[in-house]
Each structure stands twice: as C-alpha cells, then as structure tokens.
C-alpha cells in the first residue's frame, strides 16, 4: 500500500512540473550581405567590389554551383547601395540595388 502511495506521489510531481518551450529573442545586427558569384572564367579570382564609391574591399569570387556549404559573403549596411566591381581595374559589373536588413544580395559576374 505504502509502494502505490509512492508511486502516485512520484506521478503526480511529475505531471504537475510545467512544461513548455521558452523562447529567446536574440536582437540581430544591422548589416546586409553581398555575395560574387560567377560560372564562367571570373570564378576563383579576386575582384575589388566599392559600394557607394566609399568602401571598398577586395573579394574572391566563388563558383556558381547549386548549393555551396560555406559561401563567401561580405558584410554591408543595408539600404540603398551603388555596387560597381573592379577586375584588375577595369568596371566589369555596376548595379544599384536595395538590400534589406539580414539579407544577402548575390551579384553574378
């Protein structure tokens, strides 16, 4: 009698318990992402990318494959932006484009 006693105690502690999923909001980053892509001869070699004639930053450029398990993406302030991308200084691609918060704007060569 004493064991059913128990064990009805033990099953009703364990019931009462609450459970639930409690959720926590990470705030993210104000930054957008710019990723240069290219199937043909651009692919692996590196381009001098400057966004809104202000920064500038040297990126290498990745093949254009189906899926890629790490893709080299650039950080940027999103909104509005002129991108123009430089190959051994000469323009080969210009583009204004908006990119949103958390976003990543992929540019094909």
Same mark, same amino acid.
């Given at each position: 009698m004493a064991y059913l006693?128990? &064990?009805?105690? +033990?099953i009703i502690g364990f019931t009462s318990c609450k459970t639930g999923t409690y959720y926590r909001t990470i705030p993210s980053d104000d930054v957008a992402y710019v *990723? +240069? !892509?290219s199937s043909g001869q651009m692919a692996k070699k590196s381009v001098e990318v400057v966004i809104d004639d202000t920064i500038s930053f040297e990126a290498k450029v990745d093949k &254009?494959?189906?899926?890629s /398990? =790490?893709?080299?993406t650039y950080t !940027? /302030?999103?909104? =509005?932006r002129n991108i123009k991308v430089y190959y051994q200084g000469q323009l080969i691609h210009q583009q204004d484009v908006f990119v949103?918060? *958390?976003t990543t704007k +992929? !540019? /094909? &060569?």
């Open positions: 006693s128990a &064990l009805a105690l +033990v *990723q +240069v !892509i &254009l494959k189906k899926s /398990t =790490r893709p080299r !940027i /302030t999103p909104g =509005r949103s918060h *958390q +992929v !540019i /094909t &060569l």
